[in-house]
């Protein structure tokens, strides 16, 4: 296997944002969006996926799979011990997110629990079990804001982003997965970007019934595609987690401008002291410092942020990273 790249290009870096905001996006498509050649597209793309630069992935929504408890856990460890844990909470099938935050002492994950037993051992067994873990909070994710879905990194004009995304405010049509859905959603956790054909054969389906259910699934939010990649590659140097207090009345307003802006990739209304969970992703501190003056600060629904720098994303949409390899 290649080595995944160090660097990328001005030309890579889009080609990248437009597969990050349209997982199964066509050569063409990329091309078209971004206006250069197919061929251009081809050329630099496919190596990206060989080398597991970029990897093609799906995330359920746990808001249409009932037996699902979204969970937002916040974990205090012991520093030497923090990225063995970090690397066992990722290795997890159940975790999404498994960021190191802060001072080197704690862990932020997202965990999708397999009903109310899976997160009860989660919660009063297993981290009461581990010696290193010193304490620990836990929210529900109450609802994930979709405009996030198309975020790229604010590499594309306002303009190519409505080719990918037309309208993300329009609340999608009312879906439920059906048990034999579940064979396609397993492939496209595999990998997102098998082809039709591929996913017929995983599925016993014909091609054209796989389209027109994959097209209704992601449509219908059951699904989220999603293209991992190592932000630092796209020129994000500052990432950082806000906890976000906000008056009632002003909750879903808020939630709604933060989750549009371009330096946010994550934003979720949850229980606990704060209102929203914000993901934010930057190119330095001077740019994350504006965006919490100029942004944030102007919002007059907010009463009181918490801000928590990102020292290493250990899993990212259910994807091991590579540097969590050595952790």
């Known amino acids: 296997m290649q080595k995944a790249r160090r660097r990328l290009d001005t030309a890579d870096r889009r080609i990248t944002a437009v597969l990050m905001a349209s997982p199964r996006a066509s050569w063409r498509s990329v091309a078209a969006v971004l206006g250069v050649s197919e061929r251009t597209v081809v050329r630099r793309a496919a190596p990206l996926y060989q080398d597991r630069t970029l990897r093609a992935t799906a995330v359920r929504n746990p808001a249409l799979f009932p037996h699902l408890v979204p969970t937002v856990l916040r974990i205090r460890c012991r520093p030497d011990r923090i990225t063995a844990i970090a690397a066992a909470l990722a290795?997890?099938?159940?975790?999404?997110?498994?960021?190191?935050?802060?001072?080197?002492?704690?862990?932020?994950i997202v965990a999708f629990l397999d009903g109310p037993d899976a997160r009860n051992n989660l919660?009063?067994?297993d981290l009461p079990a581990t010696v290193a873990v010193q304490s620990w909070?836990?929210?529900?994710?109450?609802?994930?804001?979709?405009?996030?879905?198309?975020?790229?990194?604010?590499?594309?004009?306002?303009?190519?982003?409505?080719?990918?995304?037309?309208?993300?405010?329009?609340?999608?049509?009312a879906l439920s997965p059906l048990p034999e859905d579940k064979p396609l959603i397993d492939a496209l956790v595999e990998d997102a970007r098998m082809t039709y054909g591929e996913l017929a054969h995983r599925t016993g389906r014909t091609p054209r019934v796989v389209q027109r259910r994959l097209?209704?699934?992601?449509?219908?939010?059951?699904?989220?595609?999603?293209?991992?990649?190592?932000?630092?590659?796209?020129?994000?140097?500052?990432?950082?987690?806000?906890?976000?207090?906000?008056?009632?009345?002003?909750?879903?307003?808020?939630?709604?401008?933060?989750s549009q802006h371009p330096q946010v990739r994550f934003?979720?209304?949850?229980?606990?002291?704060?209102?929203?969970?914000?993901?934010?992703?930057?190119?330095?501190?001077?740019?994350?410092?504006?965006?919490?003056?100029?942004?944030?600060?102007?919002l007059t629904g907010v009463s009181a942020i918490e801000v928590t720098p990102i020292l290493t994303g250990v899993k990212r949409t259910g994807l091991v990273r590579r540097v969590a390899v050595t952790l």
């Open 137 to 173: 909070t836990a929210y529900d994710l109450l609802k994930v804001f979709p405009a996030g879905f198309a975020w790229s990194a604010g590499l594309l004009s306002e303009e190519e982003s409505q080719v990918l995304w037309p309208d993300l405010t329009r609340p999608p049509e």
């Open 215 to 258: 097209h209704a699934l992601v449509e219908a939010h059951v699904v989220r595609l999603a293209t991992e990649v190592d932000l630092a590659l796209l020129g994000v140097h500052a990432e950082a987690l806000l906890w976000i207090t906000v008056d009632p009345g002003a909750w879903e307003e808020t939630g709604q401008i933060l």
């Open 91 to 108: 290795r997890r099938s159940d975790t999404v997110w498994v960021d190191i935050l802060g001072g080197g002492d704690e862990i932020c």
């Open 123 to 125: 919660l009063l067994r």
């Open 267 to 298: 934003t979720a209304a949850t229980t606990g002291s704060s209102s929203l969970l914000v993901a934010v992703a930057a190119t330095d501190l001077s740019a994350l410092y504006t965006f919490l003056t100029g942004t944030v600060g102007a």
